[in-house]
C-alpha cells in the first residue's frame, strides 16, 4: 500500500486538461518559468526578477489563457529545486491556493556526459519532465523535499548557532596558541577564567615581554573569544528555560527522554530531535537514509563493490551519529548493540572497526528513533532517573 507521506511519487491523479504545470528555476538575480498548460500547444517560459507576486500573475495569466481556450483549470501544480531560498516560496504559494512542491536536487538525474551544454532553460526542461512523470505517479523520476513549517525551521536555528559558534571558539583558541607558539610559549590556555590576566603575565623564552602588536592582536581576539563564548552560554541558557517552561511539548518531551540514556547530552539530544527524531518518518530505511547513514553499492553484470556512506542525507545528523555511536560505547558497554558490536570487531582491525562504528551509527538512530516515537525500550541501555 502507498504510504501517507510517500514523497518519490504524487498520490492524486493528473488530469492533464484541468491541470496547470510550472517549475521554476531559482536564481539570486532572476527566476524563470517554465509550464505546461491545457489546451495550449506551446509550452511559455518567462523571466521574472525573484518576485512571488510576479510569479502569481504569470500563473494566474496562463490559467486565464487555458480557460479562453476551453479548458477548466481546476489545479495549478508548482515545484522548485531546494535551494538557498529554502522553503518560504511553498509556504507562501500554498497559502494563496497554489499547489507547490519542493524538488529534491539530488533525486533529478542529468546527463554524465564530461561536458554538457548547461543553461537555466535547459534546467527548466529538465525539472519539468521530472515533475511531470511524479505527478504522474511514476517512481524514478524525483522526490520531493517535505516542507517544514517556520516554527520547525526555526527550532533548528539555536543548534545550528551554537555548532558555527563553538567552530569559531575553536578557531580563535588555535589561532591565539599559534600566535604564542610562534614566541616559543606553549603553556597558555584562552579559555581560563583569568586567561587575561595570565596574558599579561606573559614573556618569551628570553625574558623579554610580549611584542606591541602581538600583544595588541591577542587582546583583540580575547575580546572576540570572550563575547563568542558568552553567545554560546546565551543560547544553552534559553534552551534550557524553553525545556523548563514547556515541558510536554512533542519536541521538548523528546529531548527530556533522550537526555535520560547515559552517555547523551542535551545538546546532542536537542540535535538529533530537531534534525531527525520529530521528523514524520515512513519506516527505519527513512530514518536511515536521512541521517546519510546508508550505503552506495556499484553493482554492474559480475562487478561488486561498495563506495562507502551515500552522504546524500542531513550531515549534522551523520556526524553527530558517528561521533555518538563511539560515546555510546564507553557509556553502555553492557547493551545489545554494544555487544553486538564487539562481537563483529573480535579481530581487532581498524578497516573493521571504522566499518562497523557506521552499521552502529544507523543501528542506533533507528533505535533512539523508535524509542522517542512509540516508546520501544532499548536493550540493555542504562537511563537515568526521570526528573
Known sequence: MPQPNDLSRSLVALDHNSTIVAVVEMSQSSWLVGGVLPGIERQPRKKLEPSPE????????????????GRNITRIAVAFEAGRDGFWLARWLEARGVEAHVIHPSSVAVSREHRRAKTDRLDTELLKRGFLGWLRG??????????????????????????CLV???????????????????????PTLRKA?????????????PLP???????????????????????????????LEQQPETTPHAMVRLLA???????????????????????DRRA????????????????RRREQGLARAGNARARRGMIQLAWRFLRFQRQSTLALWYRARTADSRIGTRKTMIVALARKLVIALWRFVTTGEPLEGVVLRPAV
Open 54 to 69: 510576479r510569479l502569481l500573475a504569470v500563473l494566474h495569466r496562463w490559467r486565464d489563457e487555458a480557460v479562453r481556450a
Open 138 to 163: 511514476e517512481r524514478g523520476h524525483c522526490s520531493m523535499v517535505r516542507v517544514p513549517t517556520i516554527a520547525e525551521e526555526d527550532a533548528k536555528r539555536p543548534n545550528r548557532e551554537r555548532e
Open 167 to 189: 567552530k569559531e571558539r575553536t578557531r580563535l583558541v588555535n589561532r591565539m596558541k599559534g600566535t604564542l607558539a610562534r614566541l616559543g610559549i606553549r603553556n597558555f590556555r
Open 196 to 208: 587575561a590576566e595570565h596574558l599579561a603575565a606573559l614573556s618569551t623564552p628570553e625574558g623579554s
Open 212 to 242: 606591541p602588536n602581538v600583544w595588541g592582536e591577542l587582546q583583540r581576539d580575547m575580546a572576540r573569544l570572550g563575547l563568542v563564548i558568552g553567545q554560546i552560554r546565551e543560547i544553552e541558557k534559553a534552551r534550557q528555560k524553553r
Open 260 to 282: 535520560r540514556v547515559v552517555g547523551i547530552g542535551i545538546e546532542t539530544a536537542d540535535m538529533l530531535v530537531h534534525e531527525v527524531l520529530s521528523r514524520p518518518m515512513r
Open 287 to 302: 530514518v536511515a537514509r536521512y541521517a546519510g547513514l546508508t550505503g552506495a553499492p556499484d553493482e554492474s553484470g559480475a
